[in-house]
C-alpha cells in the first residue's frame, strides 16, 4: 500500500513561483512511477505531469502547462515535487499527486494510477 501527502500549495500572483510536494509512505518510493493532476471548479480532473520511476529519466507535460511546471523526484526523501514558474489564473485548481507501480511508464490519465493524494489547493490571483 502506498500513501501519498500533498502539500506547498497556497494564494500566489500571477506570473509567481510555487513548489508543491508530494511526499509517499509504504512501497518503496523509487519503484512508483508518478503523476500529477489538477481539477478546478467544476471541471473534470486533468493530467498535469507525469514522471518515470526510479532516476525519472523521462517526464510528460500537459501542453498548457509545458514550459512553465517541473516534475521532479528525491528518492532519498520519499517525495515528489512540481515545480510551478510563472502561473497563470487558470492555473487555480487543487492539485494532487498519483502513483503507479508500472516501470518505465509516463501514466497520463488517471485510470493508469493505483494511489492518489489528498490534494493541494493553488489559487493564483491576477
Known amino acids: 500500500q502506498v500513501q501519498l501527502v500533498e502539500s506547498g500549495g497556497g494564494l500566489v500572483q500571477a506570473g509567481a513561483s510555487l513548489r508543491i510536494s508530494c511526499a509517499s509512505s509504504g512501497r518503496m518510493f523509487s519503484t512508483l512511477g508518478m503523476g500529477w493532476f489538477r481539477q478546478a471548479a467544476g471541471k473534470e480532473r486533468e493530467f498535469v505531469a507525469a514522471i518515470t520511476s526510479y532516476t525519472g529519466t523521462y517526464t510528460f507535460y500537459a501542453a498548457s502547462v509545458k514550459g512553465r511546471f517541473t516534475s521532479s523526484r528525491d528518492n532519498a526523501k520519499n517525495t515528489a515535487y512540481l515545480q510551478m514558474n510563472s502561473v497563470k489564473p487558470e492555473d487555480t485548481a487543487g492539485y494532487y499527486c498519483?502513483?503507479?507501480?508500472?516501470?518505465?511508464?509516463?501514466?497520463?490519465?488517471?485510470?493508469?494510477?493505483?494511489?492518489w493524494g489528498q490534494g493541494t489547493q493553488v489559487t493564483v490571483s491576477s
Open positions: 498519483a502513483a503507479h507501480s508500472r516501470a518505465g511508464v509516463l501514466g497520463k490519465t488517471t485510470a493508469q494510477y493505483n494511489y
